[in-house]
């Protein structure tokens, strides 16, 4: 793993010394960052950098989590994109505040006829939400199954086969780069197949189905849990399965669908967990949804990217003072099944969104959350306000 590693900073540091010492070149910056050709006036070879900061405001209720009121940097990401010619390109990324720091670092190919082919440290593609950067949400977390349900970032490979109306990846995968696991190292496979008749600016519609096999490592153990719908320095989970044991594998399933027309749209999913164990151990089944709705006050709209199958940030903006957005999500996690209690939860949040550019933006959530404990079945109920400004490259 070390090597891997060591040959993918290489690469990129190669790329960067390509930049710094090209002539008679163009840098250009727009929505996707900055991009540099170091040949005028040709596309081909270009260098991509992209990347957004994150600072967050939280208030919450008083609590059983001792969660207090703070004021901290979220996130910092930077993403480096490379187009050697029209056929192969590298990507890699970073989260600067977390462990470990490198998230994807691979290659692409497509100079096959309607086909995609990834191989490096890949997120193998399972749902919707889960598919989008954390840079280009519309409320300040993911969705709790979103949270709960979500595939590694993993050294294998990837390919896409698509045409005009359907799409479909399937993901061969190990273990993440840098990261220490028990021999035999965990193994999954990953499967997520849409279609979408209808995507242009003024529409668009898809439906899918994802399924997600996983082997642990030697350990044969694992945990599931999931924040609220906002993030804490701390990153504190409500509810967790803690160590589950005797893991043989589990299979995940991912149902979405997606309608958008103009400036209204609406997105669900329903995602399934099944981990089936070894010896005398009971199956455990975890569950859990969300419904979103959201709608541009200014008359813009989150564009569609086919054959991706996923949504970024917001349309050209129309007006001097920016975009504004409403949005709405109901969102629910069951991790209670057989005698593992990890508890229930249900977030109500409601969201407004301030596009001051394409580059700044603030959203503001307040967040209504419905929390059982496994372990006594008491619930409790938080309210929580969080603010997020965020500024892209």
């Not at 190669?14 to 929505?31: M, P, Q, R, V, Y």
């Not at 849409?194 to 189905?209: A, C, L």
């Not at 307040?366 to 500024?391: C, D, E, M, S, W």
């Amino acid at each position: 793993m070390k090597g891997f590693r060591q040959l993918f900073f290489s690469l990129l540091l190669i790329c960067l010394t390509n930049i710094a010492f090209a002539s008679g070149g163009e840098l250009a910056f727009n929505d996707n960052g900055y991009t540099y050709h170091p040949i005028k006036g040709k596309p081909i070879p270009s260098y991509n950098i992209w990347g957004f900061a994150q600072g967050q405001s939280l208030n919450i209720s008083k609590n059983n989590f001792k969660l207090k009121n703070q004021v901290f940097l979220h996130a910092l990401f930077l993403e480096f994109h490379a187009d050697f010619n029209k056929d192969v390109s590298y990507n890699i990324s970073a989260y600067f505040l977390r462990q470990p720091m490198i998230e994807t670092a691979y290659f692409q190919y497509s100079g096959w006829s309607h086909t995609i082919i990834q191989v490096g440290q890949i997120f193998a593609n399972f749902g919707l939400n889960n598919t989008d950067s954390k840079g280009e949400l519309n409320f300040i977390e993911y969705n709790l199954p979103s949270s709960a349900f979500s595939t590694p970032y993993s050294a294998g490979g990837d390919v896409t086969f698509y045409n005009h109306q359907f799409s479909a990846f399937f993901a061969a995968f190990g273990p993440r780069m840098s990261v220490n696991y028990k021999q035999p190292y965990p193994f999954g496979l990953d499967t997520r197949d849409i279609w979408s008749p209808i995507h242009n600016d003024n529409q668009m519609f898809e439906t899918g189905f994802s399924v997600w096999y996983q082997q642990p490592d030697g350990s044969n153990t694992g945990s599931v849990g999931t924040v609220p719908e906002f993030d804490t320095r701390n990153s504190i989970q409500l509810i967790n399965t803690g160590t589950i044991i005797n893991i043989g594998h589990s299979m995940a399933y991912d149902a979405e669908i997606a309608y958008q027309w103009h400036s209204f749209s609406v997105i669900g999913e329903y995602v399934l967990n099944r981990i089936s164990r070894m010896k005398t151990s009971p199956n455990l089944n975890f569950s859990g949804y969300y419904v979103s709705l959201s709608y541009f006050l200014t008359g813009e709209h989150h564009p569609y990217s086919f054959p991706g199958a996923d949504f970024s940030d917001v349309s050209k903006i129309k007006h001097r003072f920016g975009a504004l957005e409403l949005a709405t999500r109901l969102s629910n996690t069951n991790l209670n099944s057989r005698d593992t209690l990890g508890g229930r939860e249900t977030n109500a949040t409601l969201g407004f969104n301030w596009y001051f550019s394409s580059h700044l933006k603030i959203m503001i959530n307040y967040i209504r959350i419905f929390y059982r404990n496994g372990p006594t079945h008491k619930n409790h109920i938080y309210n929580a306000v969080a603010a997020q400004l965020q500024a892209t490259l």
